[in-house]
């Protein structure tokens, strides 16, 4: 077998990443980052410019002593200041401290960046990225050149942004990374200068896309087809304004359909863990549609979709969800069809065989309800429950007789309207009768059922709401309209979402708690 191409994957998530707004990593999420990123496989870590603040400082002198297994630490920093020598320069000097065997230096590529940001003279300019650059290598420390705003500067004046390309190269550069730095450069001309510099110069080429057009992956996919070896970006896109080329979008289209190594095979089918693992450190929550690491990215819904993956798997999925770790799954709906629910449900009911009376039913069913508003898709605990209610399987735990809410002034107080909740529930035969005070009307009539309930089943103790959503269905029918209520509820070990719909958002609220309620202790009974 013919050995794979090589492209070098170099990560910015903890310096261009971290300029994202409500990015903030602490010591220890930079740490968890960085392993993360070491374990799937990159090839750079830009970890940060020591230059910048004493907290990312602090940082390299933390792992300064770190055995990273795949990767290479990089400090980022900037070309000498004008009319100072390197040696002398307190931000050279800084990179220089962080102690890392690769260095980024940024440099100016763009004339109108020269005489009107830094202001400098054009040749002067050179002579810092050439003196920069030179000052590291005798130093036996490997040197990216990121050239700033390269594309804006071939744009403008391209034989001077090529001269800034040979400054660097002179001075011993290792590769040259392209910087779309704006991220608003079109296709057309990412191909023709990442082709011109490859041509031109015998060193590796790095392309580092933005994305304020939505072009960052195509853009960055484009420069490797020109000849670009090393991509450059974040783990997850998130970055400075709109953000950066995303890695896990890049890796899996260069990996699995142009034919390139980027990480191990391993890693590959460890891209969906690792995605969603990163989004914690970052504390974030993951885009559901993220491509290829979204849990939406195999998601099908249309009935002929679902039927067509079934026969022919890549008739509707550009690769297998199996080869970046993720998995196809079916949502109901009402345009699902009977393939669907058929495909979700084969192991819980095999009875429910495409073309069975039971099937045609619930399918009837299913599209009544939606047309009702309810939207099985995030709910699917409360789509089982209606599953085995309709195939009289399940056996109701409780019934409630009736509930009342009131919503009050507290007296002398200066908190506001108070809610309380009256709830009458038969439990195996038996009455009971709860009331319960809360911060308004769900909390309290959750309290009230929860406590009518928790003698026959403790294990309800340890049930707890964890989200709560309403959506207005039917807004033109103002006060009238039509709610959904979702909830998602947790024990600690296990998740789940149920739903409620009706014109009353109380009772909407009731029935996704009392499917809450339901569905916890059906799972419990199955155990």
């Known amino acids: 077998m013919a050995t794979k191409e090589k492209i070098w994957v170099f990560d910015s998530t903890l310096r261009d990443g971290a300029q994202a707004r409500g990015i903030t990593f602490s010591m220890a999420d930079r740490i968890n980052m960085m392993d993360l990123l070491d374990e799937i496989g990159v090839d750079y870590i830009e970890a940060g410019n020591p230059a910048s603040n004493p907290k990312e400082r602090a940082f390299f002198e933390k792992v300064k002593s770190s055995n990273l297994k795949n990767a290479k630490l990089t400090a980022f920093g900037s070309t000498r200041r004008k009319k100072i020598k390197p040696e002398d320069d307190p931000g050279v000097l800084a990179t220089l401290a962080a102690n890392t065997p690769v260095v980024a230096i940024f440099g100016k590529s763009w004339d109108l960046h020269v005489t009107e940001v830094i202001r400098a003279e054009l040749e002067e300019n050179l002579e810092m990225i050439y003196d920069t650059v030179k000052f590291f290598k005798d130093r036996g420390i ?9 594309f804006d500067g071939y744009k403008n004046n391209p034989e001077y942004a090529m001269k800034t390309l040979k400054a660097a190269v002179d001075g011993g550069a290792d590769s040259l990374a392209l910087c779309e730095t704006n991220g608003g450069a079109l296709p057309m001309l990412i191909t023709e200068a990442t082709k011109r510099v490859c041509d031109t110069y ?11 057009g939505e072009m960052a992956v195509a853009n960055s996919l484009l420069a490797v087809e020109r000849g670009a070896r090393q991509i450059q970006g974040t783990f997850l896109g998130f970055g400075e304004r709109c953000g950066n080329a995303c890695l896990t979008s890049l890796i899996a289209n260069l990996q699995l359909k142009m034919g390139f190594d980027c990480i191990p095979e391993a890693s ?3 891209l969906y863990t690792k995605a969603h693992e990163a989004a914690e450190i970052a504390n974030l929550t993951l885009d559901e549609k993220m491509p290829f690491v979204g849990r939406d990215a195999f998601a099908h819904k249309g009935g002929m979709h679902i039927d067509g993956v079934n026969k022919v798997s890549h008739s509707f999925e550009h690769v297998n969800p199996e080869s970046v770790g993720n998995k196809r799954t079916f949502l109901l709906s009402e345009v699902a069809g009977q393939t669907a629910i058929v495909m979700k449900l084969s192991e819980q009911f095999p009875e429910l065989t495409k073309g069975a009376p039971e099937t045609k039913e619930l399918i009837e069913k299913l599209k009544n309800l939606e047309a009702e508003g309810y939207h099985f898709e995030g709910a699917e605990s409360s789509f089982e429950l209606l599953v085995k209610k309709h195939l009289g399987k399940f056996t109701p735990f409780f019934h409630i007789e009736h509930f009342k809410i009131i919503d009050e002034p507290a007296l002398g107080k200066q908190e506001g309207l108070k809610a309380y909740a009256i709830v009458k529930v038969n439990v195996k035969g ?5 009331a319960a005070e809360g911060n308004g009307p769900v909390n309290a009539l959750d309290k009230a059922l929860r406590a009518a309930l928790m003698n026959f089943f403790p294990q309800l103790s340890k049930v707890h709401l964890v989200d709560y959503r309403v959506r207005v269905l039917d807004s033109y029918h103002e006060t009238d ?7 998602d509820s947790t024990d600690g070990s296990t998740s789940w979402t149920t739903l409620g719909v ?3 958002v109380i009772e909407a609220s009731l029935q996704a708690l009392i499917d809450s309620i339901e569905y916890k202790l059906m799972i419990d009974s199955s155990k």
């Open 481 to 487: 309209a039509t709610v959904r209520v979702m909830i």
């Open 430 to 434: 038996e009455d009971h009768i709860t």
């Open 502 to 504: 009706s014109s009353d």
């Open 142 to 150: 490997e040197v990216v050149y990121d050239a700033e705003h390269f």
């Open 202 to 212: 015998d060193v590796m080429c790095g392309i580092h896309c933005h994305n304020d």
């Open 268 to 270: 590959m089918k460890q």
